[in-house]
């Protein structure tokens, strides 16, 4: 697409769902010139060789950073700080150090005194994802029509982040530029109280499900099968999101509370016309969602519906995850 790579050198620091995706992505758009990537694990370096969406793979995250214009930490939101300790005496000067982490004020706060002067860090947040792990689960299109939340510190170089900007959309997404602040406080509500509802009405089913004999998984209608997919997301990277957005995820839960309580009321007194107001309410929100182009309009969200018997059962339609 561009005549020339957006960046020289690519360095991924982590090779799952989303550092493998940006890789991917960037390939296909010609965004980086060479891509370099590295994993924690042996496993993880040799499966990405395998599936060969990096030009390189370095065995260490020093070696990979060496000479990169653009590095960019793929990792669980309570590893970045280490990361960024191991390789900021490493980086290239006038390098741009980004990340992709759920969580903005933390990282910032645990990366930025490891970056010494004169790379320039400049957070992001794809808001995208699916509920699946590892480098096998990327794929080049995650982030079409997807926000990118970018968050840089006070006095951050504009041209550097305007460049970093020109690269997200490149790779399909839009971009948004916010504080960390800010950005902790809408995902708590948009993104991380769906996820920890989820985890608790799955486990909460869970726990029934020892009475009625797994009926829950048995007759698991949409409502619940949504939820599942949900809780089904990486149990490190969620640990790590409600460790590190704690005040915001508390501050939303009391509101939440406060509605449920109402809605119970509700349901306790029979008032059907509060319920009826309040579901009427909630479905306007949902068509502006799908209006503004964030889902698709198809029924059981946008999911493919298996075929008759003996025909194929498709997979299911990917969506974010969070
Ligand atoms: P993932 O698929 O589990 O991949 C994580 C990668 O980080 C792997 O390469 C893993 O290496 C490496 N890693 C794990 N723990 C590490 C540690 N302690 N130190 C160094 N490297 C470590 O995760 P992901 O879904 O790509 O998520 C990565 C980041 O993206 C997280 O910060 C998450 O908040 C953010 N994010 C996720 C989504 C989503 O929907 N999944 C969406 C937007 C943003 P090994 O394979 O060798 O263990």
Not at 202 to 230: N, Y
């Amino acid at each position: 697409m561009t005549d020339a790579p957006i960046f020289k050198r690519l360095a991924l620091i982590g090779t799952g769902l989303i550092g493998g995706s940006i890789a991917r992505a960037a390939r296909a758009q010609s965004a980086a010139g060479s891509i370099v990537a590295t994993a924690r694990s042996a496993a993880t370096r040799q499966r990405v060789r395998e599936l060969g969406f990096a030009d390189e793979v370095a065995e260490t995250n020093v070696d990979a950073v060496k000479g990169a214009d653009l590095v960019i930490v793929c990792v669980p939101v309570g590893a970045c700080g280490a990361v960024a300790e191991e390789i900021g005496p490493h980086l290239k000067k006038g390098a741009i150090v980004s990340d992709v982490g759920s969580v903005k004020g933390s990282v910032l706060k645990e990366m930025a005194p490891h970056l010494p002067a004169g790379v320039h860090f400049i957070p992001a947040h794809p808001v995208a994802g699916t509920e699946n792990s590892g480098p096998d689960s990327g794929f080049a299109e995650l982030f079409v029509n997807r926000w990118c939340i970018l968050t840089p510190p006070d006095g951050a170089d504009p041209t550097a982040v305007d460049k970093l900007g020109a690269f997200w959309s490149a790779i399909g997404a839009n971009v948004q530029v916010m504080t960390a602040e800010h950005h902790d406080l809408v995902l708590a509500i948009t993104s991380h109280l769906p996820h920890l509802i989820a985890y608790t009405i799955v486990g909460t089913a869970e726990d029934l499900s020892e009475v009625t004999e797994s009926e829950v998984l048995k007759f698991s209608a949409g409502g619940f099968r949504d939820f599942t997919r949900i809780a089904a997301s990486d149990p490190t990277m969620w640990r790590d999101v409600f460790l590190n957005n704690k005040d915001a995820v508390l501050e939303m839960l009391g509101t939440f509370n406060e509605d449920l309580s109402k809605l119970t009321r509700a349901i306790r007194r029979g008032d059907g016309e509060a319920l009826f107001d309040h579901f009427t309410r909630t479905r306007a929100i949902r068509r502006g969602i799908v209006q503004i182009g964030q889902d698709s309009a198809a029924p059981d969200f946008g999911r493919m519906q298996p075929g008759l018997p003996h025909t194929e059962i498709p997979r299911p339609y990917a969506s974010e995850g969070d």
